[in-house]
């Protein structure tokens, strides 16, 4: 199974500020269609998670612009260029590139 | 827009079984593939089940092979997993996903495995 491992663990930010966060595959995540399938989650306190990010850097349906992905390979960044309190919660990083699909521990944030 | 419900959690003892449902609308059911996926706070989110748009492809994590079930019925536009000889491991908030991208959850629903 491809190993996600995400850091930092968790995050304090003030509001308005940058945050960003890493997350390492234990194999490419490069398909042979040349996409890579790599996604990240928010799941909010209480919530369900939600999906963010897709194939990397592609936002999903009404995620607001401040979300951004980028990496290849196995090396990937989820940003958030200005945090604000909604953005609360635990973000997680998700292969699938095949079956298991797996994600990584969490990256908590929380505001400052 | 899209929505999916959970029901048919709850508290079971171990080698019981129970049947979780996901009520899909919003979206074309039939077309998609739907995911179950659990979070526990010990091991986090776990993929467990996958089941093709017309029920004729099927896949498990390891973890369940050979005790959970993954269906559908597209006319009724719901998603089930019969869940037989469960552990306390089990224990879990169980979620339905559609997609390979996981792009829409349920909010879940609760099963506890205890005697």
């Known amino acids: 199974d491809i190993v996600m491992t995400q850091i930092p663990v968790s995050l304090s930010v003030t509001p308005g500020q940058p945050a960003s966060m890493s997350c390492k595959s234990s194999q490419s995540l490069l398909h042979r269609d040349g996409k890579t399938y790599l996604s990240w989650f928010l799941q909010r306190p209480g919530q369900s998670p939600q999906l963010l990010i897709y194939?990397?850097?592609k936002r999903f349906s009404g995620v607001p612009d401040r979300f951004s992905g980028s990496g290849s390979g196995t090396d990937f960044t989820l940003k958030i260029s200005r945090v604000e309190a909604e953005d609360v919660g635990l973000y997680y990083c998700?292969?699938?590139?095949?079956?298991?699909?797996?994600f990584g521990g969490g990256t908590k944030v929380e505001i400052k | 827009q899209v929505q999916l419900v959970e029901s048919g959690g709850g508290l079971v003892k171990p080698g019981g079984s129970l049947r979780l449902s996901c009520v899909a609308s919003?979206?074309?059911?039939?077309?998609?593939?739907m995911n179950w996926i659990r979070q526990t706070p010990g091991k986090g989110l776990e993929w467990i089940s996958y089941i093709s748009g017309n029920g004729d492809g099927e896949k498990y994590a390891d973890s369940v092979k050979g005790r959970f079930i993954i269906s559908r019925d597209n006319a009724k536009k719901s998603l089930y997993l019969q869940m037989n000889s469960l552990r306390p491991d089990d224990t879990a908030v169980y979620y339905c996903a559609t997609t390979a991208a996981l792009d829409y959850w349920g909010q879940g629903t609760l099963v506890s495995v205890s005697s």
């Open positions: 194939e990397v850097s």
């Open positions: 998700m292969h699938s590139l095949r079956l298991p699909l797996t």
């Open positions: 919003g979206f074309t059911f039939s077309d998609y593939y």
